[in-house]
């Protein structure tokens, strides 16, 4: 099974839609992260958590609010969904506890398709 | 300019070519990172390092702290290499991430 799991994997929306995608993992680490990679861009950082009660934006938090409900789960959410937020969207986490922190192990993603 | 550079964006190779991936950054960092991206869009670390070289089967990573620039190795290569390859670095333990934009290798038969 993977460590590290997405849903839905593919979505299809309408602008004004609000859309949550989902982040579970079983690997246990304590950081979690949120990014978005459009063709051409490098991967860009939405929002992430360092812990279930440490939430930080990233550079591109607008148009997006996220919820940290156990350390194994980190949701995004998109309140009024608009075609500008088509994209690929991945999942990350990483282990401040080892040596190798740094590290990000990602999700398989959820490409989002917004009309 | 992106503080994380790549070269070349595109790549195209014959099956059994050597092939050479460059990463130039411009910020200090605490160590670099090697990911591989597959064409379904899974991403996979392939290295991390902060210093001197890595190698993982054909794949070798190496790192100039003084010159801020990395390179990913592939020798005899395969048509199953055919991914983005994305550099990004780390600037302090246990930060965030800063990517390249990757580099798209296509390996033919």
């Known amino acids: 099974d993977a460590d590290v799991t997405q849903t839905p994997r593919n979505r299809i929306t309408k602008t004004g839609k609000r859309i949550m995608l989902e982040c579970s993992q079983t690997k246990g680490h304590d950081r979690m992260y949120w990014y978005r990679q459009d063709p051409g861009l490098g991967l860009q950082l939405i929002y992430y958590s360092f812990d279930v009660k440490d939430i930080n934006k990233g550079e591109i938090s607008d148009g997006y609010s996220v919820s940290r409900q156990a350390q194994a789960k980190f949701s995004l959410s998109l309140e009024s969904a608009i075609p500008n937020q088509t994209a690929l969207y991945f999942c990350?986490?990483?282990?401040?506890?080892?040596?190798?922190?740094?590290?990000?192990?990602f999700g398989p993603g959820t490409r989002l398709t917004v009309l | 300019k992106n503080e994380v550079e790549q070269s070349p964006q595109n790549l195209t190779a014959q099956e059994g070519e050597f092939i050479t991936i460059n990463c130039s950054y411009s910020v200090g960092i605490s160590a670099l990172h090697w990911l591989q991206q597959h064409p379904g869009g899974g991403i996979v670390s392939l290295f991390m390092?902060?210093?001197g070289k890595k190698k993982h089967g054909r794949l070798i990573a190496t790192i100039n702290i003084q010159e801020k620039h990395s390179s990913l190795h592939i020798t005899a290569s395969h048509p199953r290499d055919s991914a983005v390859y994305i550099c990004a670095v780390s600037r302090a333990s246990g930060s965030r991430l800063t990517f390249g934009e990757g580099t798209q290798l296509t390996v033919n038969p």
């Open positions: 390092l902060s210093s």
């Open positions: 990350a986490t990483s282990d401040s506890g080892t040596t190798t922190h740094d590290e990000q192990f």
